[in-house]
């Protein structure tokens, strides 16, 4: 760690402390959480550009920033993959004043050429940066924006959303409905915010609500499972689950949906082909029990069966994927 | 030098302006010492109290004393430079009581179309405020023609947009069992930027105004003012509080943190979830909201149902009482408010959103003279019928920072937990009290984000004090138990203690000791002993003394300013060897199981990567939760992860810590529990069979506690009271049904209600989602629809007439319950023909 940078560093934050003083209070926020304080390393994108944090990625931006890893067996996957319906939902604005940020904890592994993988599988569109670089830069990065956890599995699952000119920073849950995680990145913009809407008790947000989530598993395959696989809709980030239950049978549905990651480390032939066919992502073993994994069933084969697929059980097994 | 900085967040290696300036205000500080100690005006033996003196009579070489003391900035938890103490000396400033409120008469006004409307008393803002009504003015702006237009007469005064009310327009969030708890005071109270000279102690510079975002009586345009409020409600006097925001409209001119969005949070009070301030429906500048704290003893439904049981009460202010139903081993004390806008919780709170309400009852009265069968005759003071504060004092303790200017500081992007260096009491940094040589009771509060805090008394020669412990988060221990030094205190946890300063001289000093070391959000590293604390042999510079008590001869009453209390008029408080009933442990009808989960087991999987692809420690969501051994997953708070389906049913809930080195402090809203065990580990007689309403599930720890619902319906939380980590969604959304068999319940909460989502035009909705694991098996709900997210376009609540039903899913083996969608009329309107109000 140069002293130079971090001498740099301290001749900044001291003469703005200094100015906070003279200025008041109303640029607080925009001084504090700016220049100052984040730090200008160079980072690398999954293209192999080379880009320097505050400079190119964070001034006078609106960005939204989580941390990733591309080995990373779990919840992340489903996290980058929230991260992909978020950026749908704000259409052509990421790239163009909104930037998305996925930075990973594992740069030794996660090369840009890996990380191009990595967002391919989750069809990453312009605008979404996927970055790697030393390790010392990115644990000033990844302190900085208060991913401070010892082990790579505590790490933090939430995201950052943030404006770089105006210093307002908010850590919002991928895990709530996209819409609102939407509105959190929008509001980021003090323009949006400033939109009146003429209609009494109308939110400035055309955001749909979610549909009314009634039938036995469907709001666990909204949270869990929509992210990366439709019904009948094709692949996405994952396979189409139409007829799944028949294409595969029960006791190994069940098994690959709560344990996926054991069963890639005992080479199970389905698995291992489901990771080479879907390359750069993994399914991640998302904690279900049984009961999740029955009620997702029950909603596999009434989804399918809605759409005319016959729910016979399958043999032989593992016949198709 | 360089070698002392290396984890500096803020002032690395060569910070060589900031040492000069350091080694001249400790030469500067020395030299005062040297000087006040010839001077005779401070002696040794203060310098060894503060910590300032060796045994061997040296001063110590402290940061800030020494010209040759290493700078600390390395080791400062927070990660930001220390507060800098600019001279002035500890427990030199004397304790702000917390500022208390006085109460508004309210004049109940029938409306024509039979509503109750709570009007304002005359002459107390310029412009007559408009009435308290069990509808949110929101209703009256959703249905004007004039929309979201400056011709909307219930528009938003400063914004012009958006309505004058925050919360949630329709019935939905209508005040339940509003006539039956009418409003008999109200305060018109607003929450914005701190007043001019705002400051942790004399010597210490004015925060700007929007470092701090208080507490100030009356409506838009006014400064807030430290300490913050103290309220006194009494059993059977509903109140109507009505909180402006009174923040910049622009959110980023924040001084550095907090949000201009807010939620104010009453603390456990038994209120309907529209009043609890945690159902999503945080409120803009320009609007207020009115929360309707009807004091509603627990159990009114169920227990001493006519009135009868006369420690069911409040005092009636003539000597006398006001019996209520319910019971009365449910009363609550000590308690607190404080924002709980999601995501900004901890921001707002630190940053003054906090203040504290001391309910009074029949046996808890605040009158340590009356004799009635029933007054415990606690020390209080007696000039006053009831809520004496004399000798019963509210000690709000938290820790803090500042930026090296002296600004109150935050660091917004912690998740670990933000840790300050400082301890303020009442908000002044480090304070001193003159007490009489008699009984006193403080009330203790933990208002800190992160820190748990560890209190003990010391006399000056460093020995421990004895005192009693009668209450834990404001409800009584049965028995008061006699203690030298409290249990552990995470953030919200009230313990209520008595102390004897009788056996003391005029002159002499006790000290309130802080005897836990944190250096670390996640958890405190270690109790230190009473010496050890005392000596501050500790990184941590909020270990040793929190403030300092001097007995002497005559204070000035508080109650009735003007009077004087002396050493020798006589000391007729009691602390009976009973203080209330215990409450048996019966068989539940259900057992439910929350497990929280941060941080797992040990794992080799390293950023390097060492047992890639298949390792030992799995990444997890921030919290499970398992229902009569189910198991279930996520967060989100417009997920209902538990569903209390009827009042009155008792149930057993476990919270368990799965997060092996964490601490959290679990703190369940609107009821609380009997402490049961705490698996197989000790638990405290400070908790045995003990009501709480939080509790620290200590690292790897678990807790069982019996607990019931009742009176009111609607959907609440329960949560890390760590409020950084809530802030992270450790929190858990869980919903009250009430009883339709009930003529007095509300008849809104039978089903589910949907998702507040605010914004400065208004509040839309969201379907919330239901847990199927959450939800006691075989039991049928139903949701209340919402229609597009739209409200109030043409009518009040324009909202569908279907309601779906969910069933919970059955056993493992993916069977499940049927699904059906029945219809019932929807929530609007369209129903109100039968509301109950």
Same mark, same amino acid.
């Given at each position: 760690?140069?002293?130079?940078?971090?001498?740099?560093?301290?001749?900044?934050?001291?003469?703005?402390?200094?100015?906070?003083?003279?200025?008041?209070?109303?640029?607080?926020?925009?001084?504090?959480?700016?220049?100052?304080?984040?730090?200008?390393?160079?980072?690398?994108?999954?293209?192999?550009?080379?880009?320097?944090?505050?400079?190119?990625?964070?001034?006078?931006?609106?960005?939204?920033?989580?941390?990733?890893?591309?080995?990373?067996?779990?919840?992340?996957?489903?996290?980058?993959?929230?991260?992909?319906?978020?950026?749908?939902?704000?259409?052509?604005?990421?790239?163009?004043?909104?930037?998305?940020?996925?930075?990973?904890?594992?740069?030794?592994?996660?090369?840009?050429?890996?990380?191009?993988?990595?967002?391919?599988?989750?069809?990453?569109?312009?605008?979404?940066?996927?970055?790697?670089?030393?390790?010392?830069?990115?644990?000033?990065?990844?302190?900085?924006?208060?991913?401070?956890?010892?082990?790579?599995?505590?790490?933090?699952?939430?995201? +950052?959303?943030?404006?770089?000119?105006?210093?307002?920073?908010?850590?919002?849950?991928?895990?709530?409905?996209?819409?609102?995680?939407?509105?959190?990145?929008?509001?980021?913009?003090?323009?949006?915010?400033?939109?009146?809407?003429?209609?009494?008790?109308?939110?400035?947000?055309?955001?749909?609500?979610?549909?009314?989530?009634?039938?036995?598993?469907?709001?666990?395959?909204?949270?869990?499972?929509?992210?990366?696989?439709?019904?009948?809709?094709?692949?996405?980030?994952?396979?189409?689950?139409?007829?799944?239950?028949?294409?595969?049978?029960?006791?190994?549905?069940?098994?690959?949906?709560?344990?996926?990651?054991? +069963?890639?480390?005992?080479?199970?032939?389905?698995?291992?082909?489901?990771?080479?066919?879907?390359?750069?992502?993994? +399914?991640?073993?998302?904690?279900?029990?049984?009961?999740?994994?029955?009620?997702?069933?029950?909603?596999?084969?009434?989804?399918?069966?809605?759409?005319?697929?016959?729910?016979?059980?399958?043999?032989?097994?593992?016949?198709?994927? | 030098?360089?070698?002392?900085?290396?984890?500096?967040?803020?002032?690395?290696?060569?910070?060589?302006?900031?040492?000069?300036?350091?080694?001249?205000?400790?030469?500067?500080?020395?030299?005062?010492?040297?000087?006040?100690?010839?001077?005779?005006?401070?002696?040794?033996?203060?310098?060894?109290?503060?910590?300032?003196?060796?045994?061997?009579?040296?001063? $110590?070489?402290?940061?800030?004393?020494?010209?040759?003391?290493?700078?600390?900035?390395?080791?400062?938890?927070?990660?930001?430079?220390?507060?800098?103490?600019?001279?002035?000396?500890?427990?030199?400033?004397?304790?702000?009581? $917390?500022?208390?409120?006085?109460?508004?008469?309210?004049?109940?006004?029938?409306?024509?179309?039979?509503?109750?409307?709570?009007?304002?008393?005359?002459?107390?803002?310029?412009?007559?405020?408009?009435?308290?009504?069990?509808?949110?003015?929101?209703?009256?702006?959703?249905?004007?023609?004039?929309?979201?237009?400056?011709?909307?007469?219930?528009?938003?005064?400063?914004?012009?947009?958006?309505?004058?009310?925050?919360?949630?327009?329709?019935?939905?969030?209508?005040?339940?069992?509003?006539?039956?708890?009418?409003?008999?005071?109200?305060?018109?109270?607003?929450?914005?930027?701190?007043?001019?000279?705002?400051?942790?102690?004399?010597?210490?510079?004015?925060?700007?105004?929007?470092?701090?975002?208080?507490?100030?009586?009356?409506?838009?345009?006014?400064?807030?003012?430290?300490?913050?409020?103290?309220?006194?409600?009494?059993?059977?006097?509903?109140?109507?509080?009505?909180?402006?925001?009174?923040?910049?409209?622009?959110?980023?001119?924040?001084?550095?943190?907090?949000?201009?969005?807010?939620?104010?949070?009453?603390?456990?009070?038994?209120?309907?979830?529209?009043?609890?301030?945690?159902?999503?429906?945080?409120?803009?500048?320009?609007?207020?909201?009115?929360?309707?704290?009807?004091?509603?003893?627990?159990?009114?439904?169920?227990?001493?149902?006519?009135?009868?049981?006369?420690?069911?009460?409040?005092?009636?202010?003539?000597?006398?009482?006001?019996?209520?139903?319910?019971?009365?081993?449910?009363?609550?004390?000590?308690?607190?408010?404080?924002?709980?806008?999601?995501?900004?919780?901890?921001?707002?709170?630190?940053?003054?959103?906090?203040?504290? *309400?001391?309910?009074?009852?029949?046996?808890?009265?605040?009158?340590?003279?009356?004799?009635?069968?029933?007054?415990?005759?606690?020390?209080?003071?007696?000039?006053?019928?009831?809520?004496?504060?004399?000798?019963?004092?509210?000690?709000?303790?938290?820790?803090?920072?500042?930026?090296?200017?002296?600004?109150?500081?935050?660091?917004?992007?912690?998740?670990?937990?933000?840790?300050?260096?400082?301890?303020?009491?009442?908000?002044?940094?480090?304070?001193?009290?003159?007490?009489?040589?008699?009984?006193?009771?403080?009330?203790?509060?933990?208002?800190?984000?992160?820190?748990?805090?560890?209190?003990?008394?010391?006399?000056?020669?460093?020995?421990?004090?004895?005192?009693?412990?009668?209450?834990?988060?404001?409800?009584?221990?049965?028995?008061?138990?006699?203690?030298?030094?409290?249990?552990?205190?995470?953030?919200?946890?009230?313990?209520?203690?008595?102390?004897?300063?009788?056996?003391?001289? *005029?002159?002499?000093?006790?000290?309130?000791?802080?005897?836990?070391?944190?250096?670390?959000?996640?958890?405190?590293?270690?109790?230190?002993? $009473?010496?050890?604390?005392?000596?501050?042999?500790?990184?941590?510079?909020?270990?040793?003394?929190?403030?300092?008590?001097?007995?002497?001869?005559?204070?000035?009453?508080?109650?009735?300013?003007?009077?004087?209390?002396?050493?020798?008029?006589?000391?007729?408080?009691?602390?009976?060897?009973?203080?209330?009933?215990? *409450?048996?442990?019966?068989?539940?009808?259900?057992?439910?199981?929350?497990?929280?989960?941060?941080?797992?087991?040990?794992?080799?999987?390293?950023?390097?990567?060492?047992?890639?692809?298949?390792?030992?420690?799995?990444?997890?969501?921030?919290?499970?939760?398992?229902?009569?051994?189910?198991?279930?997953?996520?967060?989100?708070?417009?997920?209902?992860?538990? $569903?209390?389906?009827?009042?009155?049913?008792?149930?057993?809930?476990?919270?368990?810590?799965?997060?092996?080195?964490?601490?959290?402090?679990?703190?369940?809203?609107?009821?609380?529990?009997?402490?049961?065990?705490?698996?197989?580990?000790?638990?405290?007689?400070?908790?045995?069979?003990?009501?709480?309403?939080?509790?620290?599930?200590?690292?790897?720890?678990?807790?069982?506690?019996?607990?019931?619902?009742?009176?009111?319906?609607?959907?609440?939380?329960?949560?890390?009271?760590?409020?950084?980590?809530?802030?992270?969604?450790?929190?858990?959304?869980?919903?009250?049904?009430?009883?339709?068999?009930?003529?007095?319940?509300?008849?809104?909460?039978?089903? *589910?209600?949907?998702?507040?989502?605010?914004?400065?035009?208004?509040?839309?909705?969201?379907?919330?989602?239901?847990?199927?694991?959450?939800?006691?098996?075989?039991?049928?709900?139903?949701?209340?629809?919402?229609?597009?997210?739209?409200?109030?376009?043409?009518?009040?609540?324009?909202?569908?007439?279907?309601?779906?039903?969910?069933?919970?899913?059955?056993?493992?083996?993916?069977?499940?319950?049927?699904?059906?969608?029945?219809?019932?009329?929807?929530?609007?309107?369209?129903?109100?023909?039968?509301?109950?109000?």
């Amino acid at each position: 760690m140069g002293k130079t940078r971090w001498g740099s560093v301290a001749v900044l934050v001291i003469v703005t402390w200094a100015l906070l003083g003279l200025l008041g209070d109303t640029m607080v926020s925009a001084a504090t959480w700016g220049e100052s304080y984040f730090p200008n390393v160079p980072l690398v994108t999954q293209e192999g550009e080379t880009v320097h944090f505050y400079d190119d990625l964070i001034k006078g931006k609106i960005v939204l920033i989580n941390f990733i890893y591309a080995g990373c067996k779990e919840v992340c996957p489903l996290v980058t993959a929230r991260m992909a319906q978020v950026q749908k939902s704000l259409g052509d604005r990421v790239g163009r004043d909104i930037f998305f940020y996925s930075i990973t904890l594992d740069p030794a592994h996660d090369t840009p050429e890996v990380l191009k993988k990595h967002a391919a599988a989750f069809h990453a569109g312009p605008g979404w940066l996927f970055l790697t670089g030393k390790p010392e830069d990115i644990e000033q990065v990844r302190y900085k924006l208060g991913e401070r956890s010892n082990r790579l599995a505590d790490h933090r699952n939430d995201a +950052m959303a943030g404006n770089g000119a105006t210093g307002d920073w908010e850590r919002t849950s991928l895990f709530q409905d996209v819409a609102l995680v939407a509105k959190v990145v929008l509001e980021m913009d003090p323009q949006w915010r400033a939109q009146r809407v003429r209609r009494p008790g109308t939110t400035s947000t055309n955001v749909a609500p979610v549909r009314s989530v009634g039938q036995t598993g469907q709001a666990l395959f909204v949270k869990l499972c929509a992210s990366c696989h439709t019904i009948g809709k094709g692949d996405l980030v994952g396979p189409d689950l139409q007829g799944v239950t028949v294409r595969r049978e029960r006791a190994w549905l069940s098994q690959f949906m709560q344990r996926p990651d054991v +069963m890639r480390a005992n080479q199970d032939p389905v698995a291992v082909a489901l990771s080479a066919k879907y390359e750069g992502v993994r +399914m991640p073993n998302l904690g279900l029990s049984e009961t999740d994994v029955g009620d997702l069933l029950v909603y596999l084969d009434r989804q399918s069966q809605r759409l005319g697929v016959s729910t016979k059980p399958a043999t032989p097994p593992h016949a198709a994927h | 030098m360089e070698k002392e900085f290396p984890m500096s967040i803020y002032l690395p290696s060569n910070a060589s302006k900031r040492r000069l300036r350091e080694a001249q205000n400790a030469r500067n500080n020395r030299a005062e010492i040297v000087k006040a100690l010839s001077h005779g005006q401070i002696t040794r033996r203060d310098l060894f109290k503060w910590g300032l003196f060796t045994t061997a009579g040296l001063l $110590l070489n402290k940061n800030g004393l020494s010209p040759y003391a290493k700078s600390a900035f390395a080791g400062e938890p927070t990660g930001v430079p220390p507060t800098p103490i600019d001279g002035a000396f500890p427990l030199t400033q004397p304790l702000p009581r $917390l500022h208390l409120e006085t109460p508004l008469p309210l004049t109940k006004i029938v409306m024509p179309n039979g509503e109750w409307e709570a009007r304002w008393p005359s002459g107390v803002l310029p412009n007559q405020p408009l009435n308290a009504k069990r509808l949110s003015w929101h209703t009256d702006f959703s249905n004007h023609p004039a929309g979201n237009t400056p011709a909307n007469p219930y528009i938003n005064p400063i914004t012009h947009r958006g309505p004058i009310e925050g919360r949630p327009p329709g019935e939905w969030f209508g005040h339940q069992r509003w006539k039956e708890f009418f409003p008999q005071v109200g305060y018109l109270m607003s929450l914005g930027p701190c007043a001019p000279g705002t400051k942790f102690h004399p010597a210490w510079p004015d925060q700007q105004a929007n470092r701090v975002w208080s507490f100030y009586e009356g409506g838009f345009g006014g400064a807030s003012h430290l300490p913050p409020p103290l309220l006194k409600g009494r059993y059977g006097e509903p109140i109507l509080m009505r909180i402006h925001n009174s923040c910049p409209v622009d959110r980023t001119a924040n001084g550095g943190f907090g949000r201009n969005e807010m939620s104010t949070h009453f603390h456990n009070a038994h209120n309907g979830a529209e009043s609890d301030g945690a159902s999503n429906a945080y409120h803009f500048p320009g609007t207020f909201y009115d929360y309707h704290w009807g004091t509603t003893l627990a159990r009114h439904d169920q227990i001493n149902r006519s009135a009868t049981d006369r420690r069911a009460s409040g005092p009636d202010g003539r000597g006398g009482l006001i019996q209520v139903p319910g019971d009365f081993r449910e009363l609550q004390g000590t308690m607190w408010f404080h924002d709980h806008r999601f995501f900004f919780t901890s921001e707002n709170v630190y940053k003054g959103m906090a203040a504290m *309400i001391n309910y009074y009852s029949g046996p808890d009265r605040g009158n340590e003279v009356l004799t009635d069968g029933v007054n415990l005759r606690l020390p209080s003071g007696s000039l006053l019928d009831w809520g004496n504060l004399d000798f019963d004092v509210n000690l709000l303790i938290a820790d803090m920072a500042t930026d090296p200017s002296g600004q109150y500081f935050f660091d917004i992007f912690t998740t670990d937990g933000f840790i300050g260096d400082r301890l303020h009491v009442n908000f002044a940094w480090q304070p001193y009290m003159e007490v009489l040589p008699r009984k006193y009771r403080f009330r203790t509060i933990n208002a800190s984000m992160s820190r748990f805090l560890q209190l003990a008394l010391a006399d000056q020669n460093g020995r421990p004090v004895p005192f009693q412990f009668i209450a834990n988060d404001g409800n009584f221990v049965v028995r008061p138990l006699l203690l030298t030094q409290l249990d552990q205190q995470g953030t919200a946890e009230r313990y209520d203690i008595v102390v004897d300063f009788s056996r003391f001289k *005029i002159g002499d000093k006790v000290t309130l000791v802080n005897l836990l070391q944190q250096t670390d959000g996640r958890k405190p590293d270690k109790a230190l002993s $009473l010496a050890q604390a005392l000596a501050r042999n500790s990184p941590d510079t909020a270990v040793g003394p929190v403030m300092e008590f001097r007995i002497v001869g005559a204070v000035e009453s508080v109650d009735v300013p003007g009077y004087i209390h002396y050493a020798s008029s006589q000391d007729l408080s009691q602390v009976p060897p009973t203080l209330t009933e215990q *409450i048996p442990i019966v068989a539940p009808v259900r057992t439910r199981h929350v497990e929280f989960v941060r941080g797992g087991g040990d794992s080799t999987n390293t950023p390097t990567g060492t047992c890639i692809p298949e390792c030992g420690g799995r990444e997890s969501f921030p919290w499970s939760i398992k229902v009569n051994g189910e198991s279930a997953h996520s967060l989100n708070a417009n997920r209902i992860s538990l $569903l209390i389906p009827k009042p009155g049913e008792v149930e057993h809930w476990t919270y368990q810590n799965g997060g092996g080195g964490w601490d959290h402090p679990i703190h369940l809203h609107f009821e609380e529990g009997m402490t049961m065990n705490r698996g197989n580990e000790p638990i405290p007689a400070t908790e045995r069979l003990v009501r709480k309403d939080i509790w620290r599930l200590r690292p790897s720890g678990r807790v069982q506690f019996q607990v019931r619902f009742g009176e009111y319906g609607g959907a609440y939380v329960n949560h890390c009271h760590n409020t950084v980590h809530e802030d992270f969604a450790m929190l858990l959304r869980y919903q009250v049904l009430t009883d339709r068999n009930n003529p007095n319940d509300s008849d809104v909460h039978v089903e *589910i209600i949907p998702t507040p989502i605010p914004s400065p035009d208004g509040v839309t909705f969201m379907t919330p989602e239901v847990l199927a694991e959450g939800n006691p098996a075989g039991n049928s709900v139903s949701i209340a629809q919402t229609n597009g997210g739209v409200v109030g376009t043409g009518g009040t609540g324009s909202t569908s007439g279907t309601t779906t039903t969910t069933g919970s899913s059955g056993s493992g083996t993916g069977g499940t319950t049927g699904t059906t969608t029945t219809s019932s009329s929807g929530s609007g309107s369209g129903r109100s023909g039968r509301r109950r109000r």
